[in-house]
Structure formats: structure tokens, C-alpha cells
């Protein structure tokens, strides 16, 4: 969610915080980051402001939000590689960029300003537009063609596992019900039917209704679990010793997801009862947040997208041969 548009808007989402989580990573001579989700390019021109030798690379699969990013980010053009490319694509793309260890890498997930604020773009309940919902508009795959193809079962999966909807079944089936009679094909007509399958009582509560199913949509349409499950690991491996990485997720799947795999590799697999820990076994890295870090009031109050933000950051503390 990368809040910023250039022209005095919004501000990239706990800006201060992830320059001062990165900063220690980035003292070498010509430090690299890799910004895996590089939106309009607010806190890759941050980075690039606060570090005059730094080297970025920024991966997007909008060909917008590179298009924008190339503009923006023109007055640092000898230090940037901008890719149209989706994040689980990280190693090829690092490689490709000759910098297969990096210092630093940050993950700014979740959907940017301009896809949300274009109607056209079919991401927002609060307009109507066609159902698409794409971030990479090359792809195949759209909204509307899940809602009018997918099964009952598929999409009561979706809508329960990527939207948290305790009424899946309940919309699922009146999907499939109204598709029958009509191609779903707009966001109005969507958010319409999910109004109506959700009980009286509990839409009078919780913001619009829509909100899950509309999340559900837009995490299946673009793989985007599936993707931040490979980029993360992927970005851990790039990692220089002494290197750092930041997540800034916007619901509790992907910081559930974001939690389990910097868990993992924090953790000392050494068998228990042993006298003396087996190297190999030892931690690679560390947690640099205490938990998952929320933004301030103050800029909660400035920028009502970065509510739902938490931040986790994590450091490479020892490379091997396994690496």
C-alpha cells in the first residue's frame, strides 16, 4: 500500500520508521536494496534520498506503478533498476541485475493509492466499474471471471480463507444463484449481492459488507499469498550478513504469513538436550521488531490507509555454507 502520489498526497505508509530500520544494513560502501513492491516509489525515493550511494532495484508487477516509479525516481536514474516483473520473481530478477546479495529488502504489500483510486481499475466496492481487480494488466485472470467460473465450494474457499467472510457460503451461493441468470460483471452489481447475503443484523455493523469478499477477490485474482510465500524466502536468502528486511502488511493473512516464515529462520533447530548448540542449527537471523509494530495516532489521523499497517523487520546475523 504504497501511499504517496508525488504531488503532495499521501505520504509512504511508516515512512521514518522504515528508513530508521534500514539505515544500519546500509553503511557499506555501495549498499543495495530491493524494493519488492516499488507502488509509486515513496519509499524507494526516500532510501535513495537518505543514502547517496545506494543502489535500488524496484520490482512491480503494475506497469503503471513503474511507468510513474521511472518518472518519479528519474533524478537518481544511475542508481536505480526498475523491473516489470511480480515479486516471487525476486531471484531472477536480482540475478539479472548482477546484485544476487543485496542489503536490504523491503516488502510493502497490499494494494497502492492509484489502483484503489482509478475506478476503472475495479479494485473499490465505492465505485462502479468493471470487475477486474488485475494489478499486472497483462494477466488473464480477472474478478469477473471468478465470480462467473469458479464452483460454489472454490469460491466459499476463497471468500472464507482470503476474505476471513463468516458468511461464504452463504455469498458463494447467491453468486452462483444471480450468475445464472446474468454474467456478474460489474463492482456495483457484486457489492449488491453481497449486501444482500449477509443477515440485516450484522451489516448495521463493521463498514461496508462488501470489504471481505472484495478483499477475498483481489488476494485470489493476484496471487498474492502465493507470491509473498516465495518472495520472502527469496529476499532472506539475497540477504548480506548484517542485512535487513521490513514487511508492512495490511491484514492479518499476510502478517500471519509474514510472522511464520521470519519465525522460522529466527529460530535454533538444535535436536533439545544438547550440551553445546550444533552451528548448523543456530539461527541465520533476528528479529529487529518486538512483535508487530502499528503506526502512530498522528499518522493514522494523516493518512487513513496506513490503519491497518503492521511492520516486522528482521536482520541476517550468520551466513554458512548452507547459505
Known amino acids: ?3 504517496t502520489n508525488g504531488t503532495g498526497g499521501h505520504v509512504p505508509v511508516m515512512l521514518d520508521r522504515v528508513l530508521e530500520l534500514l539505515a544500519p544494513a546500509l553503511t557499506g560502501a555501495r549498499p543495495v536494496v530491493v524494493d519488492a513492491n516499488l507502488g509509486l516509489g515513496g519509499h524507494s525515493e526516500a532510501l535513495l534520498a537518505a543514502h547517496p550511494s545506494l543502489h535500488l532495484i524496484g520490482i512491480d508487477r503494475d506497469p503503471y506503478a513503474i511507468e510513474f516509479s ?5 533524478p537518481y536514474a544511475g542508481r536505480t533498476t526498475l523491473v516489470h516483473a511480480a515479486s516471487d520473481q525476486m531471484a531472477d530478477v536480482l540475478a539479472e541485475a548482477g546484485h544476487p ?18 475506478a476503472e481499475r475495479g479494485f473499490a466496492y465505492s ?3 468493471p470487475l477486474d481487480m488485475r494489478m499486472d494488466t497483462e494477466q488473464e485472470l480477472t474478478a469477473e471471471k471468478v465470480v462467473n467460473t469458479y464452483s460454489v465450494s472454490d469460491l466459499t474457499r476463497i471468500l472464507r480463507d482470503y476474505g476471513e467472510e463468516r458468511f461464504a457460503p452463504r455469498v458463494a ?19 449488491e449481492i453481497v449486501r444482500e447475503a449477509i443477515p440485516a443484523a450484522t451489516r448495521r455493523t463493521g463498514g461496508n459488507p462488501a470489504k471481505r469478499t472484495f478483499q477475498a477477490l483481489r488476494i485470489e485474482v493476484n496471487a498474492e499469498l502465493a507470491a509473498l510465500e516465495a518472495a520472502l524466502p527469496a529476499a532472506l536468502d539475497a540477504l548480506a550478513l548484517g542485512g535487513r528486511v521490513v514487511v508492512l502488511s495490511y491484514h492479518s493473512l499476510e502478517d500471519r504469513l509474514t510472522k511464520q516464515v521470519l519465525t522460522a529462520r529466527t529460530r535454533d533447530t538444535s535436536p533439545p538436550g544438547l550440551p553445546v ?9 533476528r528479529l529487529v521488531t518486538k512483535g508487530a509494530e502499528l503506526p502512530g ?4 489521523a494523516r493518512n487513513p490507509r496506513a490503519a491497518s499497517a503492521r511492520l516486522r523487520a528482521a536482520e541476517r546475523i550468520r ?3 548452507q547459505d
Not at 451461493?173 to 452489481?189: D, F, H, M, N, Q
Not at 548448540?277 to 537471523?285: S, W
Request: net charge negative.
Open 1 to 3: 500500500m504504497h501511499d
Open 70 to 74: 521511472t518518472r518519479r525516481l528519474a
Open 101 to 118: 546479495t543485496v542489503d536490504g529488502a523491503l516488502f510493502d504489500l497490499g494494494v497502492s493509492s492509484p489502483q484503489l483510486d482509478e
Open 127 to 129: 465505485y462502479d466499474a
Open 173 to 191: 451461493g447467491l453468486i452462483v444463484r444471480e450468475r445464472a441468470k446474468e454474467a456478474i460483471t460489474s463492482t456495483k452489481r457484486l457489492a
Open 277 to 285: 548448540p550444533l552451528p548448523a542449527h543456530q539461527p541465520r537471523f
Open 297 to 300: 495516532e498522528e499518522e493514522v
Open 319 to 321: 551466513v554458512d555454507d
